[in-house]
């Protein structure tokens, strides 16, 4: 099943073509390796790291969908692998503040 057809039946997202432009921002990756194109077949026990929103999420794919069902029907079809809701990329004590980024120190 194509990448893109399985985004939009797995509801992570609303349409083909919005999967497709998210998948060639290259920000996704499967099996550890950066996806850049929409057609990329997916098969069973692929692991996806999808960026949501300002985390990452890690899913398994358990099955593949035969359609866009309600929610609770998408999650049948994968494993979440980080019990998490969404892993921050980077924690806000990580993060410089502005102050110090532009070289000036809090008084």
Known sequence: MRLDLLL????FAKSRTIAQ?????????????????????MTVGD?????????V???ALESLP???GP?????TH????DARPSIAIAGAESRPRMAEHEGRTNQ
Do not use: F
């Open 47 to 55: 692991v996806l790291t999808l960026p949501i929103g300002r985390g």
């Open 57 to 59: 999420r890690v899913i």
């Open 78 to 81: 994968y494993r979440e692998l």
């Open 8 to 11: 939009v039946r797995l509801r």
């Open 21 to 41: 432009r998210w998948i060639a921002d290259a920000h996704m990756r499967c099996n550890g390796q950066r996806v850049t194109r929409a057609d990329r077949g």
């Open 71 to 75: 929610a609770k029907e998408a999650r």
């Open 66 to 68: 035969e359609r866009r």
